[in-house]
């Protein structure tokens, strides 16, 4: 063919073969360039260098799939939410034994096949009589849906990752001297004084308009964004697939007539299906209507006014949504919440009344070093006074004067003397325990983190949109 343009090649023929060749040519590769790289590319995932395949998350998650439950199964081919976080925990698993494969590879660690062999002999029920034995070795594979090259995979990542990942699991040994400064700042004790002034102990008169107002200047009440939307609902047994498509075939007819212009009132009575109008509700409210799920709530708050949702599968039927209109955020009339506004201004009133009282103890206690009608208590680090006295016992110096505010009250507080825990083994015992785990813990992360950055994920979006968020 080629020899044929080139001897031929001011025919007229052969400048249209030549044209259409060249044609050819040019298109694929403005495909390639549309399409990132390639028609045929399959990578949903970069780990690094490396890539995770539309093949290898179907494997994975099919094998996943296959040990659930009928029931759970159901639930994730039902449910979009199941089926995105499910989608969700396959990927990220995958991503996890890249990353491990990827260390492995670059710490030159290497599981041959011989290593793989003595591990599958090795394995009790592959055995008989102490033995290998190939027949129940076949049986276990054809009864687990595995391949024997499926199952060399498994115990090749399984000993990867015991190799990469095995030293993060070795305990660390906690110092002594750590182990006796963690005990003596847990269980060490402190003497306190102090005096309680409590709000509720002094009378205000009732407030007039205009001090309401006042603090309504200082203190606005701001009511959310609401929006009001209204929608038309066909009913169908999701659960039977002649319903499903008879409501499907309903619904269309009505969208169709939404389409051409018509309300969706009208379109709804023309059908015979449900219109409904809801009251204004915000992001964080209920619309307070069995059919309208927190994700159509997001939904709704992400339309613009006037415009309808698409066709959308509820629980119980169809749905279409329409967004009536949008209620910007905004201050309250002062009248409606007048009412509101009293008990606020009294308790803030009681508020200054009772400070201007602790602060007068506070400063005779500063002059003088000493007061009357204190209470004396020895505390722990979570017993003996209000959480905020305790805090402010145990974080500030002995000798410390200072007020501490609690919900309903101030306390002047004066820090005393500070009491070393007597030793007992069995609590020091647990706590070097503790703080093993919580260092073996923290090294973890750590490495985890550390193989994040090594290995940086790069979603490929076009396929991964086109294969999993389908």
Known sequence: MLEYLRNAAEKPLAKFLIAILAFSFIGWGVAEWIFGGGMNDTALVSVGDAEISVNQFTNAKSQMLGGMSRE????????????????????????????????????????????????????????????????????????????????????????????????MGEKIKTPDFAVDAMYNARYATREIEYRVVNFKDFGIKKPTDEMLKTYYAQHPKMLPETRTVSYVFVSADMSKPDEVDAGMERMTRVEDEIIAGDTLANAAKKHGAKFVQLKPFARNGAANDANITPQMVAQIFNM???????????????????????????????????????????????????????????????????????????????????????????????????????????????????????????????????????????????????????????????????????
């Open 304 to 470: 613009e006014p006037g415009t309808d949702s698409e066709m959308i599968e509820a629980k119980k039927g169809f749905m279409i949504i329409h967004l009536d209109a949008v209620n910007p955020a905004h201050n309250a009339e002062f009248t409606s919440v007048k009412n509101e506004l009293i008990p606020e201004w009294t308790r803030t009133e009681k508020r200054k009344m009772a400070y201007e009282k602790a602060n007068g103890i506070l400063v005779d206690l500063n002059a003088n070093n000493k007061w009357s009608g204190a209470t004396k208590k020895t505390v722990t680090r979570t017993e003996g006074a209000p959480v905020a006295v305790l805090s402010d016992a145990f974080n500030n110096a002995v000798g410390t004067n200072k007020i501490v505010e609690t919900p309903d009250a101030f306390y002047v507080l004066s820090i005393k003397s500070a009491i070393a825990p007597k030793v007992d083994a069995k609590k020091k015992a647990a706590l070097r325990a503790e703080m093993e785990q919580m260092t073996q813990y923290q090294i973890q992360a750590d490495y985890n983190k550390f193989l994040q950055r090594k290995y940086p994920v790069k979603i490929h979006s076009k396929v991964y949109n086109r294969y999993i968020e389908k």
């Open 72 to 167: 759970q199964q159901r639930s994730i081919y039902t449910d979009a939410h199941a089926t995105k976080s499910f989608n969700n925990y396959v990927m990220g698993d995958l991503t996890s034994q890249q990353m491990v494969r990827n260390r492995a590879h670059d710490l030159g660690f290497v599981v041959s096949d011989h290593r793989i062999a003595r591990e599958i002999r090795n394995v009790p029920v592959f055995q008989e009589n102490g033995k290998f034995s190939a027949e129940r070795f076949d049986n276990a594979l054809a009864a687990n849906g595995l391949t024997e090259d499926r199952l060399a995979e498994i115990l090749r990542n399984d000993i990867t990752r015991t190799m990469v990942l095995g030293p």
